[in-house]
């Protein structure tokens, strides 16, 4: 990589030492109050500053701040996210947001005249080794660990990994939230670990295959290596072996797409440009008017639903994998109308607080009928209701079937689906969402 462009790039991405020196400031305020806060309350507690802004390679304008609640093992599991609501409480931080996770954890947005962050406080137990965690997220603060390690070696890796990280987020790749399943920051901090720059990580890519596999060591291997230390369903596209917790694979919610679509950028980026590290905002607009000419010129059909999402209490991570999943079953509700998808696409900004659902349909008349599928011929009751509920079928694959008219017979009447339709279909899914547009050409 160009050293002036990467400087270029870092001058944009990396916080100034006036933006560190207020940033650690609020940080170790809180914390004085949280200790306060422990004392009074006679807590065996001790508490670390985790994530990105714990290792020190957050990005510039970076709002969020883990903190982890280390828990004397003397207080029971079940009693964590109740001590730490009333440790929080004790500090001052009763405006808080209550959030799920493998242990309930909490939310707090703190404001000053010129900054804004997030707070989010995590109950975890204190313990001596990764091996001693019941709970996977006991091992995070070796994480943090891990990587200062590293960085005591090799200094410039901290900007290394914010290279990468600003690279995947403009990219679309980065975030493991379950509806991006990216790169987790985690799993970039171990590979730039492994590889020592951006420019390695990507060369290296580059003679990746279809499935990889990494030891904790940053060594490469076959995934037969590994089946005697890691369970073979945690394996996935890239297998990177956690150096903290061996059995585990740090990359597993990292989807085989956008495993392929990095894997593309490797092969087909030979030399970085600005452009490359650039974050555009999802531009509706413009969506709209391409799919538009697009449909038209190949002589298409298009279903197109923009939302606005109202993201409450909720966690962005429920509310994208709403949103997913909202696609997801639209989309199935399309194919079981009968109708062909020539392509789809799922488009979503939380800063934005805004969604689209693309459907792109080959033209055609969608057939009267449909196929129903019944029980498999050897279940007995099964079976029996169904010949008394049906008086024309037919086996197929080993199983009773029969036929059923479509309520839809036109492409038209399909994509009609409104608001109402989709709250009757969806109920769980669309209690996040503010308001609904549909476009169709």
């Not at 290279?163 to 493991?176: D, N, S, W």
């Amino acid at each position: 990589m160009d050293i002036l462009l990467q400087q270029k790039i870092l001058r944009r991405i990396k916080p100034t030492r006036l933006e560190q020196e207020r940033l650690n400031e609020l940080v170790e305020k809180v914390l004085r109050k949280c200790r306060r806060a422990a004392k009074s309350l006679g807590f065996s507690v001790e508490f670390l500053v985790g994530g990105s802004f714990g290792k020190g390679t957050y990005l510039r304008g970076s709002s969020d701040v883990d903190v982890f609640c280390r828990f004397s093992q003397e207080y029971l599991e079940e009693t964590l996210s109740e001590k730490l609501a009333e440790l929080l409480d004790c500090a001052g931080f009763v405006k808080r947001d209550k959030r799920k996770g493998s242990r309930d954890y909490y939310s707090l947005s703190l404001k000053t005249k010129d900054l804004s962050l997030r707070f989010e406080f995590v109950p975890l137990h204190f313990i001596q080794a990764p091996e001693e965690a019941k709970n996977s997220v006991d091992v995070s603060p070796f994480h943090v660990q891990f990587v200062h390690e590293h960085l005591k070696k090799n200094p410039s890796l901290a900007d290394e990994i914010r290279l990468t990280k600003q690279l995947l987020k403009a990219q679309g790749l980065y975030g493991a939230e379950s509806y991006i399943q990216g790169f987790s920051g985690h799993v970039v901090d171990i590979l730039l670990c492994h590889f020592g720059s951006l420019c390695e990580l990507l060369t290296q890519a580059r003679h990746w295959e279809e499935q990889i596999c990494l030891r904790n060591t940053g060594t490469y291997c076959s995934s037969k290596d590994l089946e005697a230390e890691m369970e073979k369903e945690k394996f996935s596209s890239l297998v990177l072996q956690d150096p903290c917790l061996p059995s585990r694979n740090a990359a597993r919610a990292l989807c085989d797409e956008k495993y392929a679509e990095f894997l593309l950028f490797s092969q087909k980026t030979f030399e970085l440009t600005e452009h490359d590290f650039l974050i555009e905002k999802l531009n509706m607009r413009e969506i709209i008017e391409e799919s538009k000419k697009f449909v038209r010129e190949y002589n298409l059909r298009l279903a197109l639903y923009s939302f606005k999402i109202n993201i409450g209490l909720e966690s962005e991570d429920i509310v994208g994998s709403k949103m997913l999943r909202l696609f997801r079953l639209t989309s199935k509700y399309f194919e079981n109308l009968g109708l062909r998808i020539f392509r789809e696409d799922f488009y979503i900004d939380l800063k934005q607080h805004s969604c689209m659902f693309s459907f792109m349909f080959e033209r055609g008349h969608v057939p009267k009928v449909k196929k129903l599928f019944g029980p498999k011929v050897y279940m007995g009751p099964a079976v029996q209701a169904f010949l008394q509920k049906h008086e024309t079928y037919f086996v197929e694959d080993h199983r009773l079937c029969t036929y059923a008219k479509r309520t839809s017979q036109t492409i038209d009447e399909a994509m009609r689906i409104g608001t109402e339709q989709f709250r009757a279909m969806h109920p769980k899914e669309m209690n996040c969402i503010k308001s609904m547009r549909r476009y169709k050409v």
